[in-house]
Protein backbone atom coordinates (compact mmCIF):
# COMPACT_ATOMS: atom_id res chain seq x y z
CA UNK A 1 0.00 0.00 0.00
CA UNK A 2 1.37 3.56 -1.29
CA UNK A 3 -1.15 5.14 0.89
CA UNK A 4 0.28 5.54 4.51
CA UNK A 5 -3.91 6.58 5.73
CA UNK A 6 -4.83 3.29 4.15
CA UNK A 7 -1.73 1.38 5.35
CA UNK A 8 -2.66 2.71 8.94
CA UNK A 9 -6.51 1.80 8.58
CA UNK A 10 -5.21 -1.67 7.66
CA UNK A 11 -4.11 -2.61 11.14
CA UNK A 12 -7.33 -1.59 12.29
CA UNK A 13 -9.35 -3.71 15.21
CA UNK A 14 -12.13 -5.64 14.00
CA UNK A 15 -14.74 -6.67 15.25
CA UNK A 16 -15.66 -4.05 17.22
CA UNK A 17 -17.65 -4.64 20.14
CA UNK A 18 -20.40 -2.40 20.82
CA UNK A 19 -22.61 -0.80 23.35
CA UNK A 20 -25.51 1.51 21.58
CA UNK A 21 -27.61 3.33 24.01
CA UNK A 22 -30.86 5.33 22.62
CA UNK A 23 -31.28 8.57 25.00
CA UNK A 24 -35.25 8.99 24.78
CA UNK A 25 -38.38 8.87 27.55
CA UNK A 26 -40.58 7.98 25.29
CA UNK A 27 -38.99 5.31 22.88
CA UNK A 28 -39.42 1.50 22.94
CA UNK A 29 -37.29 -1.43 21.16
CA UNK A 30 -40.39 -1.66 19.28
CA UNK A 31 -40.58 2.01 18.04
CA UNK A 32 -36.66 2.98 18.55
CA UNK A 33 -36.24 3.27 14.72
CA UNK A 34 -32.75 5.31 15.13
CA UNK A 35 -31.22 2.59 17.44
CA UNK A 36 -32.61 0.04 14.82
CA UNK A 37 -30.73 1.94 12.47
CA UNK A 38 -27.39 2.12 14.21
CA UNK A 39 -27.16 -1.73 14.93
CA UNK A 40 -27.91 -2.61 11.37
CA UNK A 41 -24.86 -0.59 9.84
CA UNK A 42 -22.73 -2.05 12.66
CA UNK A 43 -23.74 -5.58 12.22
CA UNK A 44 -23.82 -5.38 8.13
CA UNK A 45 -20.28 -3.91 8.73
CA UNK A 46 -19.64 -7.16 10.50
CA UNK A 47 -19.48 -5.17 14.32
CA UNK A 48 -20.54 -7.20 17.05
CA UNK A 49 -23.90 -5.47 19.75
CA UNK A 50 -22.64 -6.61 22.91
CA UNK A 51 -25.69 -4.66 24.44
CA UNK A 52 -28.51 -2.49 23.91
CA UNK A 53 -30.09 0.31 26.06
CA UNK A 54 -32.87 2.94 26.19
CA UNK A 55 -32.94 5.44 28.50
CA UNK A 56 -34.39 8.81 29.82
CA UNK A 57 -32.21 11.94 28.62
CA UNK A 58 -31.24 11.87 32.83
CA UNK A 59 -27.52 12.21 33.88
CA UNK A 60 -28.04 10.23 37.41
CA UNK A 61 -29.14 7.36 34.68
CA UNK A 62 -26.84 7.79 31.63
CA UNK A 63 -23.45 8.27 34.24
CA UNK A 64 -23.52 4.74 35.56
CA UNK A 65 -24.20 2.66 32.58
CA UNK A 66 -21.43 4.90 30.46
CA UNK A 67 -19.23 4.24 33.99
CA UNK A 68 -20.15 0.57 33.33
CA UNK A 69 -19.36 0.40 29.33
CA UNK A 70 -16.30 1.94 29.86
CA UNK A 71 -14.68 -0.30 33.00
CA UNK A 72 -16.54 -3.25 30.68
CA UNK A 73 -13.96 -5.43 29.10
CA UNK A 74 -16.02 -6.85 26.68
CA UNK A 75 -17.24 -3.03 25.07
CA UNK A 76 -14.76 -1.56 22.98
CA UNK A 77 -17.11 1.52 21.42
CA UNK A 78 -20.34 2.95 23.14
CA UNK A 79 -22.67 4.51 20.40
CA UNK A 80 -25.58 6.64 21.79
CA UNK A 81 -28.51 8.27 19.38
CA UNK A 82 -30.79 11.03 20.60
CA UNK A 83 -30.76 13.66 23.47
CA UNK A 84 -28.36 15.94 21.17
CA UNK A 85 -30.80 19.00 20.61
CA UNK A 86 -30.59 22.24 22.55
CA UNK A 87 -33.99 21.80 24.47
CA UNK A 88 -34.20 21.92 28.63
CA UNK A 89 -34.56 18.30 28.37
CA UNK A 90 -31.10 17.44 26.36
CA UNK A 91 -28.69 16.89 29.07
CA UNK A 92 -26.79 14.06 26.59
CA UNK A 93 -23.83 16.44 25.34
CA UNK A 94 -23.51 17.85 28.97
CA UNK A 95 -23.40 14.35 30.74
CA UNK A 96 -21.09 12.81 28.03
CA UNK A 97 -18.75 16.00 27.94
CA UNK A 98 -18.04 15.45 31.23
CA UNK A 99 -17.18 11.75 30.84
CA UNK A 100 -14.68 12.21 27.98
CA UNK A 101 -10.95 11.96 28.89
CA UNK A 102 -9.64 12.39 25.32
CA UNK A 103 -12.45 14.72 23.07
CA UNK A 104 -12.74 14.33 19.62
CA UNK A 105 -13.55 17.61 18.58
CA UNK A 106 -13.35 16.55 14.85
CA UNK A 107 -16.56 14.03 14.75
CA UNK A 108 -18.84 16.78 15.50
CA UNK A 109 -17.19 18.94 13.65
CA UNK A 110 -17.40 16.91 10.63
CA UNK A 111 -20.55 15.62 11.64
CA UNK A 112 -22.46 19.10 11.33
CA UNK A 113 -20.42 19.67 7.84
CA UNK A 114 -21.63 16.72 6.45
CA UNK A 115 -25.23 17.39 7.83
CA UNK A 116 -25.81 20.86 6.82
CA UNK A 117 -25.22 19.57 3.13
CA UNK A 118 -28.35 17.26 3.62
CA UNK A 119 -30.25 19.58 5.51
CA UNK A 120 -28.79 23.39 5.50
CA UNK A 121 -28.06 25.67 8.90
CA UNK A 122 -30.53 23.73 11.11
CA UNK A 123 -27.48 21.57 11.69
CA UNK A 124 -26.21 24.02 14.20
CA UNK A 125 -28.98 22.65 16.64
CA UNK A 126 -27.05 19.46 16.88
CA UNK A 127 -24.31 18.94 19.88
CA UNK A 128 -22.89 15.78 18.37
CA UNK A 129 -20.29 14.79 19.90
CA UNK A 130 -17.29 12.39 21.45
CA UNK A 131 -14.29 11.00 22.26
CA UNK A 132 -12.14 8.65 24.59
CA UNK A 133 -13.53 7.40 28.25
CA UNK A 134 -10.25 6.23 29.33
CA UNK A 135 -9.91 3.80 26.20
CA UNK A 136 -13.30 3.15 25.62
CA UNK A 137 -14.65 5.21 22.41
CA UNK A 138 -17.85 6.97 23.02
CA UNK A 139 -19.96 8.88 20.29
CA UNK A 140 -23.27 10.74 19.86
CA UNK A 141 -25.60 11.72 17.24
CA UNK A 142 -28.90 12.62 16.90
CA UNK A 143 -31.84 9.94 16.51
CA UNK A 144 -33.58 10.50 13.30
CA UNK A 145 -32.74 8.01 11.08
CA UNK A 146 -31.13 10.22 8.64
CA UNK A 147 -28.78 11.65 11.41
CA UNK A 148 -27.76 8.22 12.19
CA UNK A 149 -27.93 7.13 8.75
CA UNK A 150 -25.14 9.46 7.88
CA UNK A 151 -23.32 9.55 10.89
CA UNK A 152 -22.51 5.76 10.68
CA UNK A 153 -22.26 5.43 6.58
CA UNK A 154 -19.81 8.42 6.00
CA UNK A 155 -17.75 8.34 10.02
CA UNK A 156 -18.37 6.10 11.91
CA UNK A 157 -18.36 2.79 10.17
CA UNK A 158 -15.39 3.95 7.97
CA UNK A 159 -13.16 4.66 10.91
CA UNK A 160 -14.04 2.65 14.11
CA UNK A 161 -11.54 -0.16 13.77
CA UNK A 162 -9.30 2.65 13.50
CA UNK A 163 -10.40 4.31 16.22
CA UNK A 164 -10.56 1.73 18.53
CA UNK A 165 -6.87 0.47 17.35
CA UNK A 166 -5.50 4.29 18.07
CA UNK A 167 -8.04 4.21 21.62
CA UNK A 168 -5.94 1.12 23.26
CA UNK A 169 -2.29 2.15 21.95
Known amino acids: MDNPVEAHKASAIDPIRCAVVTVSDTRTVETDTGGQCLI ?3 EDAGHVLVER ?3 PDEPAVMRPLLERFRDAENVDVVLMTGGTG ?4 DQTY ?3 SDMLTK ?3 GYGELFRMLSYEEIGAATILSRATG ?3 QRTVLLTMPGSR ?6 MQKIIV ?3 GHLVREARR
Open 40 to 42: DHL
Open 53 to 55: QIV
Open 86 to 89: ITAR
Open 94 to 96: ETV
Open 103 to 105: PLP
Open 131 to 133: GLM
Open 146 to 151: AAVRLA
Open 158 to 160: PEL
